[in-house]
């Protein structure tokens, strides 16, 4: 099976709640040596986003939605298990998660995959995150990075205030914070004051490795 097919039965799986099917693709993407990430960001992640477009339309209800994330869910954990880890010579620690009042949790996971697998030791907070345990989190665990992830223009403004409590408690300086998901913009991450924003997961590792000055 080439991998064009592979990626489009990974996509078929997700747009028709195929959850065995879902499974399948996954392990034939394994087995065909698709590169996971790829299968993921190619074959998964535009699928849920065309899901999300037709509930927009109203052509499905919302357990249509939820069930196709977690169609999504389940090919992503076979995916997952088949990535080779990177070797960081001194691992950095970062915690992440979906900020308070959200609970989407796809892009951030796909985060989450991609900077474990690029090495670093990554802390999932979860989501329907409260900016203090952010940061709770972030100094027990000796983070030098916070990634927030939002998908809501409503829940969008609890990034700034994490950066804005981090300064008003002089621990600015002690974080790097790194801001993405659906509404997020390079923009808005400048006018937050926040060190980065990434796009997808591939930019999210780029820009976290250079502000912790990782190769
Ligand atoms: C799946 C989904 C759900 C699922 C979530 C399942 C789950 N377990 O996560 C369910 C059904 C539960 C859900 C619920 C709701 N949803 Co919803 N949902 C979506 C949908 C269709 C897809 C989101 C997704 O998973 N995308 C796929 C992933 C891979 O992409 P991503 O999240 O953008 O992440 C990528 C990048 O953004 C980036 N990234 C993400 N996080 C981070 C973090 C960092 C640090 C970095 C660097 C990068 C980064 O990298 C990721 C990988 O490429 C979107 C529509 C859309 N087009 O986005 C709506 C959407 C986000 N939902 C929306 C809404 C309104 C809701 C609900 C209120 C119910 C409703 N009326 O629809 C509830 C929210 C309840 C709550 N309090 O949170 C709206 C938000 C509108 C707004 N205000 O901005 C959207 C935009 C739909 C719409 N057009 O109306 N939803």
Not at 80 to 90: F, H
Not at 92 to 117: F, R, S, W, Y
């Amino acid at each position: 099976m080439s991998e064009e097919e592979i990626l489009g039965n990974l996509r078929n799986s997700v747009l028709t709640y195929d959850l065995d099917g879902a499974k399948k693709a996954a392990e034939e993407a394994i087995k065909a040596n698709v590169d996971p990430l790829k299968a993921i960001e190619r074959g998964l992640a535009p699928a849920i986003r065309e899901v999300g477009e037709r509930f927009h339309r109203y052509e499905i209800f919302l357990p249509h939605v939820i069930i196709a994330a977690d169609v999504m869910a389940a090919a992503m954990q076979i995916l997952e298990a088949a990535l080779p880890r990177d070797k960081v010579p001194k691992r950095k620690a970062i915690v992440i998660g979906t900020v308070e009042g959200d609970i989407h949790e796809i892009g951030k996971n796909v985060v989450a995959m991609m900077l474990k697998v690029a090495g670093f030791d990554v802390y999932d907070l979860g989501v329907d995150v409260k900016v203090s345990s952010f940061i709770d989190k972030a100094q027990a665990h000796g983070a030098e990075v916070i990634a927030m992830s939002s998908l809501m223009t409503t829940s969008m403004p609890n990034m700034g205030d994490l950066i804005e409590d981090l300064r008003s408690t002089n621990q600015r300086e002690k974080f790097r914070v790194v801001v993405g998901g659906g509404p997020v913009t390079q923009g808005y991450a400048e006018k937050i004051g926040s060190d980065g924003f990434g796009r997808d997961g591939d930019e999210a590792v780029k820009v976290v490795k250079k502000l912790v000055g990782v190769q």
